[in-house]
């Protein structure tokens, strides 16, 4: 079940790192295990390309914290975002 989303329509590719960094940092510390990140299909882009959407494949890989991602069900964005699963967090030890 999806917890939390972030959209990075309308992002260039920094703002979009940015905002994905602090985003997975955000719902990491608070527990959330599956989250969103719509990253759009081109359509605005001056080629129609994807551009984010390969590029936050490629952030979301070098994230220690995260398991797994695929393509969105087509109700939560389809090939306009990824659903995201975080690792399980293990207890501090003291």
Do not use: T
């Amino acid at each position: 079940m999806i917890q939390e989303s972030v959209d990075l329509h309308g992002c260039n590719r920094e703002e979009a790192r940015e905002l994905l960094a602090a985003f997975v940092a955000k719902w990491r510390k608070h527990g959330v295990r599956c989250v969103r990140v719509v990253h759009g299909k081109g359509r605005g882009s001056p080629r129609k390309d994807p551009v984010l959407k390969k590029l936050v494949a490629g952030w979301l890989m070098n994230y220690d914290c995260v398991a797994a991602y695929c393509q969105a069900r087509l109700v939560d964005g389809g090939a306009g975002a990824l659903v995201v699963l975080f690792k399980s967090q293990r207890p501090k030890v003291d």
